[in-house]
């Protein structure tokens, strides 16, 4: 067992080593390499220094292995906007984009399962139908969209919630999260709910699939020639074989409602890594934008890594494998 | 030796399922009749489509829709099944009447451990703790002649071979020691060799325990080793039955015989194997009379209507206006 | 251990664009979604003639009807239906030319990047090895990442634009195509007619083009009317986002971007309107697009 886990590691850090191999060459040749840490404002004596400083005259290899160096000692240069160590500006956001995505996930997962799971045992029941036409209308409606509309409806009509920005923060374990405070949590509540919208259909609806289509199965009609009752079979059967496909894509969305916060917290004002990235964007401060890729390149590579072990671990079949 | 001279365990009367659908109803099953006596085995033989898998899931209700039970009653130690509420049928599957299905490989759960499958089984039924409950697992396992219980307890049904799957399967049939085990083809998906141990051990089980059987096959050489009574279906509907001697011996219905000549070991070497000509009729619309005629040789213009049964001593029964002549 | 053998195949014959028709008229929702999505696109085609104002007519506008709400009289003439923006524009008309702009990225980035992903996938199935290999661990690399991420990558390199936008869908989205692709084509691939057309000695690209490609037709249409809602939504959010269409010629998403600092002072309808006509195009064809899937692939029918 410790054997796959160490080979997977090993196949995610070759992803993390090629990606980063791709993010340097389209940053350099896109780019003039030099205003990739220089300030477009510096002057022609600055550039030069700077460049010579930074080794920039030499053969592109020796730059990325410099790059590479530079990386492991969590120098991404500074930021052009804000002049402070751009991994740290990336890292001090990272709490809140991540309470985001977490809370989001959450909400998905536990009004999306239980509904799917009905729409699927019961797939012509009123409800079912209705939940299923909302669910299209879901996935369609595009994020910052909904967004608007609830900052319209909740904290323009009707003054329930506020509009923008995050609330109080408490520290816990080192970090400052919202998530623990009452002010916090009425911040939190509409980008959150916009967030998890998406991730909400979807859930649903592969949850009903799942559920459809393990419902047919022989082992099913099995269980019932045993006399289980239908709570049983659905409790026991049902849902131990629709977990594993479901947990796993829920665990691949955490990367992706990471990525797709960009758009809520620029909607809510949101200051997590999304809004920063924008923002460098529009500004071309690319030592953020690098710091950012490289950020989000780790993050999904260990999410995946972290998945395929749960995976392993859930699926019988998978781990009997595994183990040799 | 006749049927039984004590009351059957299970008797079915008049049986009718119905698959009803856009393009027309599908009697699968039509108006069958049998019964099974205590520790007697029936055998009930049919090609693919003759309708013998959905009598035995019409036994335990299991017809799911768009098949209905249309007709008839199915009568368990006197009591009719047909129409009765879902939760007291469910009270007597897998208690007192059990189902083995075929494929062992689909109807155990791939993801659920031995041991908890089978203890969801009992619990099913009877309140125990979970150590009691693996304790009785573990006694049916070594019942039906399983090596190492324990450690097949605690295994994933993909870690056995396909006639190991199948004896857990019997097990989780035998757990409650049901009055009557259904068995749909349970070994016609395994070795031939394992079939035979199988089929050995079940016949074992049947005469300890005095379960009466249903097995349902499309294969006339298992019943002959194993079975002591026969029913032959066609096209929804029973053609012949009897006990086993008294078919197999002196088979009356053009189909039975056909069936018994085309089990290539009653050829002698290098003859040509004897079939029979044309191909299952489809059941969409059957047009009335005998399904059979259009395949038979023995066939003319009275075959056009529907075959009245007719009772031979010995209770042998047969639907046929040109029977075979009886020796 | 279902119903019996003879069970299958119970309804009549018919052609099979009939029954293809019958078989999606079945669903209401759906018949509506494509009536409401084709009243859209002849919108949309039929602008300059429809509209009561070209909102990017400088001559036409007057600053001074800015933000007026719906329903108010223009000097012209006509009746601002649904208000105006702060510049004075009609946003009825603005709306049904921000429809083009949004239709049109959509829409033709799906198309390329369906022949783009749609001929990779067929190639990799076809020629197996190597090929298949590296095309997929692309497509896999490429699936891994999130679309709106690799989209903000490729305009942060190249730069806002109409046609940087179509690039930036049209890489987001061959990977979907090619991997469905791919899939059938490994299916049909092993079936007789290929076989013929290879003992034939017909020259490969015919074989995969003219052979091959219309039997693998059927998921894939249903995977373009997704990617197509998907692009018109992913091209609206890149443009709120300010990196997507320039302001002369603005798509939904920059129209609703406009509007969004007037949602607190009261003045809605200048992001609402164009907002709803977003979400009724794109809610139109993944509606087509659920019940084309429901038709179109065999196992999903109940």
């Known amino acids: 067992m410790s054997h796959w886990i160490f080979r997977r590691a090993l196949q995610a850090l070759s992803v993390i080593v090629a990606m980063s191999v791709i993010v340097f060459v389209a940053v350099s040749v896109i780019g003039n390499p030099v205003d990739l840490l220089i300030s477009p404002s510096a002057d022609l004596a600055e550039r030069t220094r700077v460049v010579a400083g930074l080794g920039l005259d030499q053969p592109l290899w020796r730059q990325y292995f410099n790059f590479l160096r530079g990386i492991t000692e969590g120098n991404f240069g500074r930021s052009f906007v804000y002049n402070e160590p751009s991994l740290k500006l990336i890292l001090q956001r990272f709490p809140a984009t991540f309470e985001l995505a977490v809370a989001a996930l959450l909400i998905a997962v536990v009004i999306g399962i239980p509904l799917g799971l009905y729409a699927g045992l019961r797939p012509e029941a009123k409800v079912s139908r209705i939940v299923m036409a909302t669910s299209i209308v879901g996935f369609s409606l595009p994020t910052f969209w909904v967004g608007i509309m609830l900052i319209m409806i909740f904290s323009v009509q009707l003054g329930w919630l506020p509009t923008t920005g995050r609330g109080a923060t408490v520290a816990v374990l080192g970090v400052e999260w919202s998530f623990f405070t009452a002010d916090g949590l009425r911040h939190l509540l509409m980008p959150a709910l916009n967030l998890a919208l998406f991730k909400l259909s979807l859930v649903l609806r592969l949850t009903r699939a799942a559920v459809q289509e393990t419902l047919p199965m022989d082992f099913i009609k099995f269980a019932r020639a045993q006399g289980l009752s239908p709570a049983r079979v659905v409790w026991v059967h049902v849902l131990k074989n629709i977990m594993i496909p479901i947990v796993t894509v829920i665990g691949l969305e955490l990367g992706s409602t990471i990525a797709f916060a960009v758009v809520t917290e620029s909607v809510f004002a949101w200051p997590g890594m999304g809004k920063l990235i924008i923002d460098s964007i529009n500004t071309l401060d690319r030592p953020v934008i690098v710091a950012y890729l490289m950020v989000i390149v780790v993050l999904f590579t260990a999410i995946n890594l972290i998945v395929d072990l749960l995976y392993t671990l859930l699926d019988p079949r998978v781990r009997l494998e595994a183990q040799g | ?327 | 251990m279902n119903a019996p053998e003879s069970l299958a195949a119970l309804a009549p014959d018919e052609s099979s664009i009939g029954r293809f028709w019958r078989e999606f008229a079945s669903s209401r929702f759906a018949v509506g979604g494509l009536a409401v999505f084709c009243i859209i696109v002849l919108a949309a085609l039929f602008a300059p003639w429809i509209t009561p104002q070209n909102p990017y007519d400088l001559m036409q506008l007057d600053i001074v009807d800015g933000r007026l709400p719906p329903g108010s009289a223009s000097a012209a003439g006509y009746t601002y239906w649904l208000g105006t923006d702060e510049q004075g524009r009609d946003m009825l008309s603005a709306m049904i030319y921000g429809l083009r702009i949004s239709l049109g990225v959509g829409i033709g980035s799906a198309i390329v990047a369906g022949i783009v992903g749609t001929g990779l996938g067929l190639i990799a199935a076809y020629f197996g090895g190597r090929t298949d290999a590296a095309i997929m661990r692309l497509v896999d690399l490429q699936l891994s990442f999130p679309s709106i991420l690799v989209a903000l990558m490729i305009l942060a390199a190249v730069g806002k634009g109409v046609m940087n936008v179509v690039l930036a869908l049209v890489i987001v989205e061959w990977a979907y195509y090619a991997r469905t692709a791919r899939g059938t084509a490994l299916v049909e691939r092993r079936r007789e007619y290929i076989e013929a057309a290879e003992s034939l000695a017909l020259p490969k690209w015919r074989t995969v083009f003219l052979h091959l490609l219309p039997n693998c037709l059927p998921p894939l249409i249903v995977i373009a009317s997704f990617q197509v809602a998907r692009a018109i939504a992913l091209e609206a959010t890149l443009s709120f986002l300010g990196l997507g269409v320039p302001v002369t010629e603005p798509s939904l998403g920059l129209l609703i971007a406009n509007g969004f600092q007037y949602m607190l002072s009261g003045k809605y309808w200048i992001s609402l309107y164009p907002g709803i006509a977003l979400l009724v195009t794109i809610v139109c064809i993944n509606i087509v697009g659920d019940q084309l899937r429901d038709v179109l692939n065999p196992r999903a029918r109940k």
């Open chain 2, 1 to 327: 030796m006749s049927a039984s001279t004590t009351m059957p365990v299970l008797e079915a009367r008049g049986l009718s399922t119905h698959f009803v659908s856009r393009g027309g109803v599908v009697k699968a099953v039509d108006e069958v009749s049998f019964s099974v006596a205590r520790g007697r085995v029936l055998g009930l033989v049919g090609e693919s489509g003759s309708g013998k898998s959905v009598t035995g899931f019409s036994i335990l209700g299991l017809v799911d829709p768009p098949g209905r039970i249309v007709g008839g009653e199915v009568l368990f130690q006197g009591r009719n099944l047909v129409g009765l509420a879902e939760h007291e049928i469910r009270h007597l599957r897998g208690n007192r009447i059990a189902m083995v299905f075929q494929d062992p490989m689909m109807t155990l759960n791939p993801v659920l451990r031995i041991d908890t499958q089978m203890v969801q089984a009992v619990f099913a039924h009877q309140r125990m703790s979970r150590a009691d409950a693996r304790g009785r697992a573990r006694e049916t396992l070594a019942m039906v002649g399983m090596p190492s219980p324990d450690e097949q307890l605690e295994a994933y049904p993909h870690q056995f071979s396909g006639g190991m799957r199948q004896r857990v399967a019997i097990a989780i049939a035998m757990l409650h020691r049901p009055d009557v085990i259904v068995a749909d083809e349970p070994t016609t998906a395994l070795d031939v060799t394992i079939q035979a141990q199988i089929l050995a051990e079940v016949q074992k089980l049947a005469r300890e325990q005095g379960t009466a059987m249903i097995w349902i096959t499309h294969d006339l050489s298992v019943i002959a080793g194993l079975a002591d009574d026969v029913a032959v279906m066609y096209a929804g509907r029973i053609v012949e039955s009897g006990t086993v001697d008294e078919v197999l011996d002196s088979p009356a219905h053009p189909y039975t015989r056909g069936l018994i000549d085309s089990v290539p070991s009653s050829n002698s070497c290098g003859e040509r194997l004897r079939q029979i000509r044309g191909m299952t009729p489809n059941l969409r619309n059957l047009a009335p009379g005998c399904a059979f005629r259009f395949r038979c040789d023995r066939a003319d213009d009275a075959c056009t209507r529907d075959p009245p049964r007719v009772e031979r001593p010995l209770g042998h029964a047969f639907r046929c206006f040109h029977p075979m002549t009886v020796s």
